[in-house]
């Protein structure tokens, strides 16, 4: 059973935009946190966005100003807008949802920014 799934990565040039979408299977997903991490080669996965069920949102100060995270609680959605994507953002996109102590993941989706 996959819970939660990610779309929307690409190759795209410096300057330009994605949206990354993320569906999860549970209801209970609604009621808890949902972020989106990423991890470049070489390099430890990071938390990118987190979002509580309230809309209040967080972000890494590398994304503050670009990125916008938003969620849909009535479809169990989470989305990434990435703006003014940078060479910096090349990485796996990853979507997280913790409901207590554990961390549901999805599969990844790869954005590659290069000219």
């Known amino acids: 059973q996959v819970q939660l799934v990610e779309s929307g990565g690409g190759l795209v040039q410096p300057g330009e935009s994605l949206r990354l979408s993320c569906a999860g299977s549970r209801s209970i997903f609604k009621l808890y946190p949902m972020a989106w991490y990423r991890q470049a080669p070489g390099k430890q996965r990071e938390l990118v966005a987190s979002i509580r069920r309230s809309g209040s949102t967080d972000y890494v100060d590398s994304v503050k100003g670009r990125f916008i995270i938003s969620r849909d609680n009535a479809k169990i959605m989470v989305y990434l807008q990435m703006n003014v994507l940078k060479p910096e953002d090349t990485a796996v996109y990853y979507c997280?949802?913790?409901?207590?102590?554990?961390?549901?993941w999805g599969k990844g989706t790869l954005v590659n920014v290069s000219s």
């Open positions: 997280n949802v913790r409901v207590s102590e554990t961390d549901y």
